[in-house]
């Protein structure tokens, strides 16, 4: 009985393989990556499409060595991903479990965030399935892990829009206040600041980046320089870029103030080389994970080693910010 | 007295270089070539900073040859720019005159868009200085020539920014509203739209867009393609991206529907090869026409050639929409 | 019988089409518009892999919409390339014909260059098939049409390179010769030299960038400028960037002189909008053209309208250089 | 006496920056910070142009706060950097030290690789005089360090590269050999050969390329793949990419091989955001290391945290090549 072949471990003959949560570019060379690095161990693949919800609903795919071709470089996920509330429910999650004992699938890699490994972790208690987990969002808000897959990209996205807009910001002498993604993480903004040379940086787990403002715009006025760029969090409880530009505005009315939401396109593109290389190194590790007889882990990358972090640890505990960013942001902008 | 110096033309011998109004890529391409071109015909370059005002506050610097070094692959405009409502004011352009006067100006080359020709119009005629205009727009909008400087960049970043959020769109299952620059044309939407594939473009001179969309709305239901996106001109009737994704929301609640509203990073950016060559071409042109007797005209781009288009038409008469776009998209994206 | 319905035109029921010869960036976007305007047209589509030699082998596939979904912003071609001497052949095209015939193909769109043309030519005359052509190759050098598909991509592609190359030749104060594509033709060369400031231009249709070279050199000598960029066609007679580069060095020992050979990356990546609006405009229009009875016609673009070029046309002539191109160049970057 | 003043460490009132041996995108972002955390901590700054030799030669001006705007985000150095072979004789590098002194002139922060450091660890010995090194080179082979500034850039110009390359490489069935540049150090070979996928690469470190690129040969008849893509790092034994190519040939007539040599591009570009982030953070610490009365020794990150690693280090000892990017290599483009 293929429920059976499930629960012996050691014995993984066919591993399922979905992307989940919010896409993050770099998951489609990790989907590449646990695809060939399983048909190297000689393992069968199936590629479970839509997330959680095409594993309700069985769609599953055979896959091979050319079905993850020509799809390293490019943005999203070819296994599509999408947010399942019906796997929230017991009977979601059993009609998934018949979906991946008909297709005899032993054991699975998620690729996603917390929300995917909280639902992974779940499920792989109740059907006794290992479940190895990937990193992939943006935010790179993960505990146990210094990169988070897409998250590379997403800041060399950022700078480039930012970049952009300094050329317009310093030609006609304004105040830009650009919001970058993060609703409960500033890493982005805050990397993306120093990168950029942002006067100011409004993030949520610091309330400097409020005073560098304030003295950025007295300075400004002292020093006759009125063109700058403030990077804002979208999760920074001052309301985001359009209310604290509102706020500015009203504060310093001779001051020509801006605001641009870069919204979605953080999410796309093509994967930077960091992106596709810890993918692929991720994406290799999961599958020898589940071969060394792990379950419910995420793997992380820790000073550039491989780690194995219990799934429980990535719901619970979030990253603290870099400090050291921080001061560097002060030091090089403000005057 | 440097009044009659002025005054005869033919006898040209130090012009002035200024950028006015928005911003586009390109703008130091031309400033480059003006600059160049000038000296290469043995005359004399100042560069007045910050458009008109600069001009009526004296901020007029002597270039050579190296000042416009190193900036041709350079967005914004090393001469800064700005709107100036003084200019708008008899004293403010006699202002402006006595320091040109003070500076030994004879002429003068505009880059912007038709905002700066009909300041240029004005202060040319009441000072009887020649002016000749270069169009720097990202927006493509002037009557009498095929391109403006600016353009072909902008739709270039569209079509990248697009690209990316379509990875999102795809990966998600969701249909983005994408709202592109243009207060009063479609064109860059239109030209864009094409380029990436949308499903719909909004545009305020057609009206096809919106029964493109619903047909998209409603063919998508029957296929089950939910995934797409809208190009929307920013100056639409309908009120926007924002407006038509609410509407859209509101009548297909079932669907996913995002908004990305691309803002300032349209303006900037490394010019394209086109924008770069196009702003050389007119760059020289426009010094060469100042040598020519001429006054008080824009220089445009037709069929590959130079023209001379007098500044009253810029100002008057808008460009018509390309029909042919129009049909291309219906038939491409549409089915 | 299959032979009679392809001898009557007008009625055109089902169209191939392939690419053919040097692949560029935008024939993906071709093939889209020539797959989606015919289907619009209720017209069937087959697509022929690896040009002319997969029609001899039969390597025919039917095509769909989606079969061209997602390749609007694809470098290469998804319908391969490749030169095929047995098409030369009298009995290499009867087995081309004859699988035609096998697949109840009406009329050909053939994407490419001028050899992709000749061989249509041939092959249309022979059978009595109606083909329309489409030009598509980085070069720009088909007599009939301002623009090739692939050309804006690549004279981009040039300037891209080019910028880093000037970062690194203005840091260290040396001399590149860097090599661009162009056999025969050296307008990539001219136009990206114009775009990214080169001190001098080699280009096998003008004398005179040797003489800039020359100039360029004596007066760095004098100025103290050792830093600088020269574009060379690769078709140059004098032998190409490394022999310019040798003799350079031996009359000039004191500089240090450096060459790059930018080679096949030119031929790749996403195509820009330009390209992929033109290979849209074109794609459609080729269908157009069957149905209005055309035959052994390339679509051009000239003025930015449709044009029709009969195939010994594109065939027999080539393009003359842009000698405003040529003269602006020396302007904006000798002194 | 201005040499006193020098050698009591502890009491640096003026520093100065340079940048040494090839140059490497970041640059300007190192030279920014270091200027700006010196300005922060009441140090003056003189920037030193043409590395080595500018100090020879007195070529020193005075930095402020607005000397290093708007270079962040640059290529190239903007203090230009030079190799000099004065500086590897005594009295060369004491007409250095005059000029130090001449400009009271306390510490040197010094910008590039081994040689760089090699220079700067005599010069500090010989005159007492305070240097501290950041490691500038594309090629990430210094001892120490996790990253030098520029490497991140440098892979991402060759994955950008190779991309395009590909393109051509499926649409024709053709192996490229890509040259990457590498003297003596394959690690830019090996991560741009994960992160494109490459068939196979060859690097001096390893010997398992070539038995890769055998297989994939011989595999690839079986299977008919016949398209692929070979790195090879310039500093192979086997003689770089021409080499290998010529070889390829001639065992193997009937495939279609090309070479393409990525050259000097590689070193230029706009740096991406972990670039910019680590030279800012390594400019930072060389200023705090200087305050902390540290000398010859060289700024390193390793698992990003600030380490100090003594000049003779950094020139003795080489690093390791990252056996498991080679095993992944292995698992993910072999079958």
Chains 1, 2, 3, 4 share one sequence.
């Not at 009203?250 to 605001?259: A, E, M, N, Q």
Request: glycine share 12%; aromatic share 6%.
């Amino acid at each position: 009985m293929a429920d059976t072949t499930i629960k012996k471990r050691g014995e993984i003959k066919k591993i399922g393989v979905l992307t989940s949560g919010g896409d993050a570019p770099g998951m489609n060379a990790a989907v590449r990556a646990v695809t060939r690095a399983a048909l190297a161990k000689n393992l069968q693949v199936v590629g479970i499409m839509h997330g959680y919800q095409g594993m309700i609903n069985g769609d599953i795919k055979d896959f091979e060595w050319g079905d993850v071709s020509g799809i390293l470089h490019q943005g999203g996920t070819i296994l599509k991903t999408a947010r399942s509330s019906e796997f929230r429910t017991e009977e979601g999650r059993k009609k998934a479990y018949k979906n991946l004992v008909k297709h005899n699938v032993d054991a699975l890699v998620v690729i996603g965030g917390d929300g995917t490994f909280m639902g992974a972790s779940i499920f792989s208690k109740e059907f006794d399935i290992p479940v190895v987990g990937i990193p992939g969002t943006i935010d790179n808000d993960m505990y146990g892990t210094d990169y988070t897959i897409g998250y590379d990209t997403a800041q060399n996205t950022v700078i480039d829009a930012v970049d952009k807009i300094k050329d317009t910001a310093s030609s006609h002498g304004r105040i830009f206040f650009v919001e970058v993604m993060g609703r409960e993480a500033g890493l982005l903004a805050l990397s993306s600041g120093i990168a950029c040379g942002a006067e100011a940086i409004i993030i949520p787990e610091a309330d400097s980046g409020k005073a560098d403002l304030e003295n950025f715009l007295a300075r400004g006025y002292m020093s006759k320089k009125t063109s700058g760029v403030v990077l804002v969090a979208e999760g920074d409880k001052a309301g985001g870029a359009l209310k604290l530009a509102e706020r500015v505005t009203k504060d310093h009315p001779d001051l020509d103030v801006r605001v641009s939401i870069l919204g979605h396109m953080q999410r796309g593109g093509t994967p930077t080389a960091f992106d596709r290389i810890a993918a692929s190194q991720m994406g290799v590790a999961s599958v020898e994970a589940l071969l060394d007889d792990q379950k419910s882990v995420m793997i992380g990358l820790v000073n550039n080693k491989i780690t194995h972090v219990p799934f429980n640890k990535t719901v619970k505990e979030n990253r603290p910010i870099n400090n050291d960013l921080l001061e560097i942001q002060k030091v090089l902008n403000l005057w």
